[in-house]
T-cell receptor, first 110, second 114 residues
Framework: GIQVEQSPPDLILQEGANSTLRCNFS?????LQWFHQNPWGQLINLFY???GTKQNGRLSATTVATERYSLLYISSSQTTDSGVYFC????????????FGKGTKLSVKP | DTGVSQDPRHKITKRGQNVTFRCDPI?????LYWYRQTLGQGPEFLTY????????KSRLLSDRFSAERPKGSFSTLEIQRTEQGDSAMYLC????????????FGQGTRLTVV
């Protein structure tokens, strides 16, 4: 099966700092999504980005499918950005279910 | 539409009891997924429905687990004879038909087996 690795596992930032989260995957994928899991456990959709670059406010994401990685950029971080960020891929060998990485736990300090 | 809805949000049960969770997907979505998430891990796939047909089951779905989607709308996940190892967050997701589509998750049901 496909492996999805996220780095770093933990990240502590001062409010206002920028950060880059990385997601590597070991095989070709049909889809890639980034999620933010809030303290109550809900997965919030950030980006649906099988390839290319997208931006949404202070967040942007880039997926280079041919090199099997994706990056999530957070600029001018706020305390509300704290939580766990997950990358998930839809693998060509699956029927649409997502394979998740272990996540990056982000803590933004005031 | 308010998104994917799950009920209950929290469930505490004694070991050996049966529990059932419900998921209502986004109304126009015909695909429905169940995932399980334990502490410190990413969600893991359990099973997948397209309309009322259960098309895929993970090896994680033991004989004590059963899922249904009788009319292709809401789905239920039942765990029989619960064990402490079943304690986890159970997440439901839905997506529209298509080759590759975006999935949306519910708030989850947090199960604690005591």
């Amino acid at each position: 099966g496909i492996q999805v690795e996220q780095s770093p596992p933990d990240l502590i930032l001062q409010e206002g700092a920028n950060s880059t989260l990385r997601c590597n995957f070991s095989d070709s994928v049909n889809n890639l999504q980034w999620f933010h899991q809030n303290p109550w456990g809900q997965l919030i959709n950030l980006f649906y980005i099988p390839s290319g670059t997208k931006q949404n406010g202070r967040l942007s994401a880039t997926t280079v499918a041919t090199e099997r990685y994706s990056l999530l950029y957070i600029s001018s971080s706020q305390t509300t950005d704290s939580g766990v960020y997950f990358c998930a891929v839809n693998w060509r060998g699956s029927q649409g279910n997502l394979i998740f990485g272990k996540g990056t736990k982000l803590s933004v300090k005031p | 539409d308010t998104g994917v809805s799950q009920d209950p949000r929290h469930k505490i049960t004694k070991r050996g009891q049966n529990v059932t969770f419900r998921c209502d997907p986004i109304s126009e979505h015909n695909r429905l997924y169940w995932y399980r998430q334990t502490l410190g891990q990413g969600p893991e796939f359990l099973t997948y429905f397209q309309n009322e047909a259960q098309l895929e089951k993970s090896r994680l779905l033991s004989d004590r687990f059963s899922a249904e989607r009788p009319k292709g709308s809401f789905s239920t996940l039942e765990i029989q004879r619960t064990e402490q190892g079943d304690s986890a967050m159970y997440l439901c997701a839905s997506s529209p038909q298509g080759a590759v589509t975006e999935a949306f998750f519910g708030q989850g049901t947090r199960l604690t087996v005591v």
